[in-house]
């Protein structure tokens, strides 16, 4: 069910949309569903629908698939809307919240194993509550069994004392669920269609319902605030970082002040400084150091890798032994193989720099790629752009690039060349000779 705005976000953008530990909301719930193998996941979609669906399949694919609720009438009426697909099928049908986004796979199975070894047409996850407030809550008979959810606000002053609470976690036998949701009525406080109605309608009808009550009630929260969003980013990087230290040997500075993704994975005795952050399905080697104010996403370092202060990783691969920055920014595919070196104020995009080779200062490099031991002086800028379209730039090995040389793309610069200071290079270099002047001549054969 992921149909609703979620008022309480106070946000143009669906509640689900919304996310957690970089990935939205629904992303969580849809990943915890696929590892079930479930014939299909179904995804009632209202408030931005298109996007929900599109965020949904960007996890899991055409397993994903979306089912329109137009109006938002009720957690039943969300469910009335995937009838056709699922009123006449054999299967078990799990309901799941696209707004209770820690819950674990594992769960799921138990609650599905406990539906199953009751014979039950219907298993509500339950969590107990210190404070229950705003949950429906589960109410039992004298002998401890079901009878029916009553929503905190439908609840009378004795029914709000009750601590256990539904999570909106149910498995259902598809028929019966699909029968029972004929008889809800939208008779309570907020004159919807709840979902919850249907337990009480398949007991008095005479089928089994059960409920699976679980230990980890921080699992089944649901997120409807801002700041709840917030403590559950907290608690995800906590933990992300937390087993980066123990189980994987990494060194943070100060693990309060470090963003890491849970997918990054990091390599031992990698030192990480304060406010380093690690994006995406990040990789970082062993013995890299990152220091301050870096922010490496979806990218790849090799081992004894350094990130000097604040630079930029995005998309790109660093092997073994390299140093960028500080103040680099790398970008779309750059690729910086063995001991290559970018200092200060240099940004690198789409382009490759073989062992050894360095850009130390103030340099863009776009489009390029440069060949092994090659040096790039200050302020040198591959023009790669000719106001319509993007040229390459090609350095071959050993090349001495003098402070602000202009390299006009498309261009070649042969082996062992040197461009001298101040070069406008329009035309290709040979190997072996030094180029001056704008536009760049050959003054001298190197060999
Ligand atoms: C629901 C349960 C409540 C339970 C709580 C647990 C009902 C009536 N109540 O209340 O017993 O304790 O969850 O978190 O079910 N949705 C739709 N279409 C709708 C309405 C809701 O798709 O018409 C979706 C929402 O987007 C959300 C989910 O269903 O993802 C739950 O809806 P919400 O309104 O948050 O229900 P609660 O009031 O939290
Ligand atoms: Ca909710």
Request: proline share 3%; aromatic share 4%; charged share 25%.
């Amino acid at each position: 069910m992921a149909a609703g705005l979620g008022t309480r976000m106070k946000s143009n953008r669906a509640k689900v949309l919304h996310e957690l530990g970089g990935l939205p909301l629904i992303a969580h719930v849809v990943r915890a569903a696929q590892a079930l193998n479930p014939h299909a996941i179904l995804v009632v979609v209202g408030h931005q629908a298109e996007e929900v669906g599109r965020a949904a399949q960007a996890e899991v694919g055409d397993l994903a698939r979306s089912v329109l609720q137009a109006q938002q009438r009720g957690t039943g009426d969300a469910v009335e809307s995937a009838r056709s697909e699922l009123e006449n099928s054999d299967s078990l049908v799990l309901i799941l919240s696209g707004d209770v986004p820690m819950i674990k796979t594992e769960t799921l199975r138990k609650l599905i194993e406990h539906n199953n070894s009751a014979a039950a047409a219907c298993t509500i996850l339950s969590v107990r509550l210190e404070n229950p407030t705003g949950y429906g809550r589960i109410v039992r008979d004298g002998a401890g069994s079901f009878q029916k959810i009553v929503e905190h606000r439908d609840a009378t002053e004795e029914e709000r004392l009750i601590r256990e609470i539904n999570s909106g976690i149910y498995c259902f036998d598809a028929k019966e669920l699909y029968r029972a949701l004929r008889k809800v009525e939208p008779a309570n406080d907020q004159g919807e269609y709840y979902l919850t109605d249907v337990a009480e309608i398949i007991l008095a009808g005479g089928g089994t319902v059960s409920v699976y009550v679980h230990s980890e009630s921080r699992e089944v929260a649901g997120i409807n605030t801002r700041a709840e969003l917030a403590e559950f980013e907290n608690l995800i990087r906590r933990s992300a970082i937390r087993k980066l230290m123990i189980e994987d040997g990494v060194t943070f500075i100060d693990p309060s002040h470090a963003y890491i993704s849970a997918e990054a994975q990091i390599g031992r005795d990698t030192i990480i400084y304060p406010n380093v952050t690690v994006e995406g399905k990040t990789t970082i080697g062993e013995g890299c150091v990152i220091l301050s104010g870096a922010r490496i996403t979806n990218s790849r370092l090799g081992n004894n890798v350094v990130v000097k202060d604040h630079s930029i990783v995005v998309d790109s691969q660093l092997e073994s032994n390299c140093a960028v920055g500080p103040f680099a920014h790398l970008r779309m595919n750059a690729f910086l193989e063995e001991k290559a070196t970018v200092g200060n104020f240099v940004e690198v995009k789409k382009s490759r720099l073989k062992r050894g080779t360095k850009a130390m200062h103030l340099t863009y490099l776009g489009d390029a790629t440069i060949g092994e031991r090659t040096n790039i002086g200050a302020g040198t800028v591959t023009c790669n752009y000719d106001g319509k379209n993007k040229h390459e730039t090609i350095i071959e090995d050993d090349v001495k690039i003098g402070s602000d040389t202009m390299l006009v793309a498309p261009v070649r610069v042969g082996a062992r060349s040197m461009t001298a200071a101040g070069s406008v290079v329009t035309e290709d270099v040979p190997p072996d000779s030094l180029v001056a002047g704008v536009p760049a001549k050959v003054k001298k054969n190197l060999k």
